[in-house]
Each structure stands twice: as C-alpha cells, then as structure tokens.
C-alpha cells in the first residue's frame, strides 16, 4: 500500500485486516514505553523513604524524605531538555528510532541506580551519583511519551486515536501500578534493616529486563506514514524545536498545552509519587495500610482512564476534559478530608472518588496535545510542552506538597493544589480546537 493510501484509510477508517493488526502491534509498542518509564518513577516514590535512608542519612526524618523528593524532582526538571532533544530527533529523523534509543536508554539508568553504592559505602559521591542518574534517566523520559503520543497517533484511524493514544497512559498507569505493587511487596516481606541493606535494589534492577522486551517489541514496528509522507514530499523543519517556537500562532498552541496538560501532570504524580509518602510521614501508616489504597487508587484511574479514552473519540475531546477537570476542582477538597481521617476504609474511598477525574483526564491529555500540532512539529511540539508542565506542576509536587505540609501541618494543601490547577486548566481547554475524528494536520 502506498503512503499515500495507507494514510487516506486512516483519515476514512477503511483499514484493511492486515493494517488493523499492525496498528494494535504499534499501540502495544507505544504503551510498553510509558510502563517502563512511570514503573521506575513510582517505584522511587514508594521506596523514597528508604532511600533517604540509603543516600540521606539525618537525624531528622522529614529532612531525609524532603532531600530524597528533591532528586525525584531532579529527574522532572531535566525532561524539557529531553523534550527539546529527542523532539527535534523525533521530528528530524522518525519516532521510530528515537522511540527505540529512549526505552533502552531509561532502564539501564535504572538498572545502573540499583547498582550504586550507599552513603555508607562512599559517602557523599552517593548521593551525586544519584542525582546524576535522576538527571539522566529525566533526559530519557523528556522524548519518551511525546514519541510515543506521536508514534500511536499517526497510526491510528481518525474514528479511534483517542482511544489509541490514550493506551500511553493506560501504560502509564499499568507502569505505575507495577512501581508501586513491586516495591510495595518488598516493604512488607522485608524487614526496614532488610530494605535498606538490598532490598531496595530489587525493584529498580527489573527496569533492564522490562526495557529489554520494550525494544524488542518496537524494532519491528514500522515507521508512520505521516512522518514517510512529510519525508517524501520534503516537508520536515530543517530545525524543529525553532519552528515550534516561532509565530504568534505557535506560541498560543504552546500555551493551550502547557496549562492543558498542567493539571493531568500534578493529579497523576500526585497519586503516584505525593501520596505513598503522604500515608507514612504525615498519617504514620504502615505495612498494607499505608501501600494498598495508592494501589486501588491507581487501578481505578487505569479503568476511567480507558473509559474516557474511548469516550472522547464519541463525544469529543473537549467535554470529558472540562468534566473531568470539574470534578478535579469539585471532589479534590472533600476526598482529602476523607483520606486525612487515617481510616484504611474511608482513604480508600477517598482516593477512589478522586482516582475517577484523574484517570479522565488523564485518558484524553495526550489524544488532544497530539492532535494541537503539524506533522513537522508533532514531537518538538508535545515535547517542550509536556515535558515542561510535568516539571513545573508534576515532579515539584511531591517536594512541594510534604514541605507545605510540614511548614502548615495542613493535611489538606494536595486538595488545594488540585482546585488551583483546575481553575488553570479550564480556560485552556476551553481555548483548545475541537479535532476528534478529523485528519491529523500534515
């Protein structure tokens, strides 16, 4: 099938058998991504108290567990970098083959983290190294989900990319699920004298092994028909990353993504980095309690996830994202009033209440950014975007929201957090073009 061809039958859903099953193998390799990325990032947020043990040893608790967020938070701030790196890549040389270099790329940094030495082995060079692996493993991730997002999307039908692209978060949500059942089964077979010895190794070295079936997956996909027709017809930005940036016109795209994406990013790392630190330092849970509702939280956002997704390309984007972002601004203060009881019952309920428009918004997120960009800019644009809200909105968060915490000795500040970020999020929505079921633009 021509180029040509293959991408009228996307844009009028006349897919053939053979091509059907060739989308659901790049969906597979989109999504496998996302499960290794968000696998390592909620695995350094369930185990962060003990790593603050391993690489931050003090007298103080607080300040320990507040050093070893700041290193999360390292990782966050070096993905816009990544986001300018790989999206020029991405939109220069295919997603194909930066999709393959940054799945590789993040889970030997998190294997080489399972393997460095402790504070009491080497002293402080422990903790740079750390930092230096956080900072890489951040560059890796900048150019992961953009990719992917344009990857999926440009293989998709038109009368089902949400639903396709939403699979990257479903995968962010399985990853996430996994990072925090694994490390979560180690905490409770294990002793803290255990965990802290080697325990907290396990869990960061299976990254490699998950990386490895990743790359094997996505060596044998093809690359996208709107990046061979972009090619072809010599279309691509001779830079990117300057096309993204220049022009009124771009600017209030970059805009409408940013602050679109600004409450997706701090209600989802909220649920997988802040509030497994949240049930131990602040509610002084332990064991099951302390790890199961993050667990039944997350699973439910995977289930509204999917469900919004596939809603979307129904209704349209942009109702399920401005019902989702009420809900955000409607349940947030009432479900953390239930999660600050210190109830195992009520938190779960709490959590799941709010696991609701999170996973909802979460779902329809990357289906609308990779439907606001052209071909030429897809991944440079979804890159810089993305990777600079998860920064500023998401990594800080869990940093953020223990030092309010602990400065307030509020319970509540993540609720009022999440009511800001839906007042931010709103009007940007509201600005966003209505694309679901149309042709991408090449």
């Known amino acids: 099938m021509s180029i040509e061809a293959e991408i009228h039958s996307l844009e009028n859903n006349t897919l053939d058998p053979k091509t059907r099953r060739a989308v659901r193998r790049t969906v597979l390799g989109g999504a496998v991504g996302s499960v290794v990325e968000f696998y390592e990032f909620s695995t350094y947020g369930v185990l962060a108290a003990t790593l603050a043990v391993v690489f931050f040893p003090s007298s103080d608790p607080t300040t320990g567990l507040l050093s070893t967020l700041a290193v999360f938070a390292v990782a966050f701030f070096a993905r816009p970098i990544g986001g300018f ?4 890549l991405g939109d220069r040389i295919g997603r194909k083959r930066t999709l393959a270099l940054t799945i590789i790329l993040m889970s030997v940094f998190t294997a080489v983290m399972g ?7 080497i002293g402080v060079v422990a903790p740079i190294c750390l930092i230096v692996l956080r900072f890489l493993q951040g560059v890796s991730a900048g150019g992961e989900v953009s ?28 990853g996430t699920l996994l990072g925090t059942i694994v490390p979560s089964i180690m905490l409770l077979l294990l002793t803290p004298e255990q965990m802290v010895e080697w325990g907290w190794r396990i869990p960061l070295l299976i990254a490699l092994p998950l ?5 094997y997956i996505r060596r044998r996909l093809d690359e996208t028909p709107y990046f061979k027709a972009m090619a072809s017809e010599k279309k691509r930005a001779a830079n990117p990353v300057k096309t993204a940036l220049t022009g009124r016109a771009q600017w209030k795209l970059l805009a409408i993504a940013f602050f679109l994406t600004s409450l997706n990013a701090a209600s989802f790392y909220m649920l997988a980095g802040y509030l497994p630190s949240f049930a131990t330092s602040s509610l002084k849970l332990t064991g099951f309690q302390a790890l199961a509702p993050a667990v039944i939280a997350v699973a439910g956002a995977i289930v509204f996830e999917v469900i919004a997704a596939w809603l979307s390309d129904h209704v349209g984007r942009k109702r399920v994202l401005i019902v989702a972002a009420l809900g955000h601004l409607i349940l947030a203060l ?12 009520l938190i779960v309920l709490g959590l799941l209440l709010l696991s609701a428009p999170i996973g909802a918004y979460a779902g329809v997120t990357n289906p609308s950014l990779s439907e606001l960009f052209p071909t030429n800019v897809r991944v440079s644009g979804h890159g810089i975007t993305y990777n600079l809200a998860v920064a500023v909105f998401g990594g800080s968060a869990p940093y953020l929201l223990v030092w309010l915490g602990a400065v307030t000795g509020s319970t509540l500040v993540g609720a009022f957090y999440l009511i800001a970020l839906s007042l931010v999020a709103i009007p940007a929505v509201l600005a966003m073009r209505e694309r679901s079921k149309q042709p991408l633009q090449l």
């Open 115 to 121: 393997l460095t030495p402790t504070y009491a082995a």
């Open 334 to 345: 009432p479900c953390f009033l239930l999660v600050s009881t210190g109830e195992f019952g």
């Open 147 to 174: 990719g992917a997002v344009s990857f999926v999307a440009e293989h998709s039908p038109a009368n089902r990319r949400g639903l396709n692209v939403g699979m990257i978060t479903v995968g962010a949500g399985v």
């Open 211 to 215: 990386g490895a079936i990743g790359l």
């Open 85 to 88: 790196v790989w999206g020029a």
